[in-house]
């Protein structure tokens, strides 16, 4: 029997049909990521809208606030708005007081979260997880019910007008949130890393510095942009704590250029540049740490 008389398997059908599955597959993977992507396009193009309107109004001048139908690209756009918005309040005082304020209560809320999470999450103790529960349902508790409590302990303590109520008070673990958080991440370390480090003599408190910490950083990140965010925008604390120009945030000098805390007719076009001015270290912030920051948010939530 010659080469050719010998039977073939019969696999040319087969493959046929799995390259044609295969095609198929392709294609119906392709339109639903255009689908995803164009839903997160919409998406994303509906958040951004406040913001461009914003950009669009600190550039108009004040007759041409109100102009129907609206005017997205202002004709003319005048880059003087920031200059004298800047230069008509203390802005300089502002953002020295802002600056103070975040940057102290941002890096007290790091600090004391991880050691916190690092307690709850190596050391064994009575009562942990009963504590650790008290810990969170704290989350549950609205702003609104431990407001007078704590500005009567404020007031006992002759700290009233101060910057303490918006910076001491995060040394105590005030975010229950950046703790579990934290907490989380620590529980996926193995516990060989420290045991090696203390047979080779290191401390506890070395343990946690030089290993510990390192090993939490897309976490800490993460926190340390909510908290950057939350703390740069506080309005609630200055505005019942402070009653002094020369202290004041710049999120309180804005509201200068408003109807509520101004005689004058409200300077919209004023308002939105410093507000542009304000929103833009965070949104840099979010740019150059959004790697870090998603994969805090996620990884930690793997081991309960």
């Known amino acids: 029997m010659t080469t050719l008389d010998q039977p073939q398997p019969l696999v040319t059908g087969t493959a046929s049909r799995d390259r044609t599955d295969d095609r198929r597959r392709t294609a119906g993977d392709t339109v639903i990521r255009v689908m995803i992507y164009a839903l997160l396009s919409l998406g994303g193009a509906v958040v951004l809208i406040p913001f461009f309107w914003m950009l669009s109004t600190s550039f108009k001048a004040t007759s041409d606030l109100f102009n129907y139908p609206p005017q997205w690209i202002p004709q003319p756009a005048l880059p003087g708005n920031y200059v004298e918005a800047w230069t008509a309040l203390p802005f300089n005082r502002f953002l020295i007081n802002t600056v103070f304020m975040t940057v102290l209560a941002m890096f007290a809320e790091i ?12 050391f064994r103790f009575p ?47 005030w975010g229950p949130s950046f703790i579990f958080l934290l907490r989380q991440f620590f529980l996926t370390i193995p516990r060989e890393i420290e045991e090696a480090a203390i047979i080779d003599g290191a401390s506890v408190f070395q343990v946690f510095r030089e290993i510990m910490l390192p090993l939490v950083k897309p976490a800490l990140l993460a926190i340390a942009v909510l908290s950057f965010q939350a703390n740069w925008n506080n309005f609630e604390g200055p505005l019942i704590y402070l009653s002094t120009l020369e202290k004041y945030p ?25 507000a542009t001015v304000m929103a833009a270290p965070i949104l840099l912030l979010f740019f150059l740490a959004q790697r870090y920051f998603i994969e805090g948010l996620t990884v930690g939530g793997v081991k309960g």
Request: proline share 5%; no cysteine.
């Open 250 to 274: 710049m999120v309180l000098g804005l509201q200068f250029y408003g109807a509520t805390l101004s005689n004058a007719a409200p300077q919209w076009n004023y308002m939105m540049a410093m």
């Open 111 to 122: 600090f004391t979260a991880a050691l916190v999470a690092y307690g709850f999450a190596r």
């Open 127 to 173: 009562w942990r997880n009963g504590l650790f529960i008290v810990l969170l349902s704290t989350m549950m508790l609205p702003g609104i019910l431990t407001l007078i409590p704590k500005f009567l302990i404020w007031r006992e303590l002759d700290r009233i007008n101060t910057f303490s109520p918006m910076t001491v008070g995060a040394w105590f673990a």
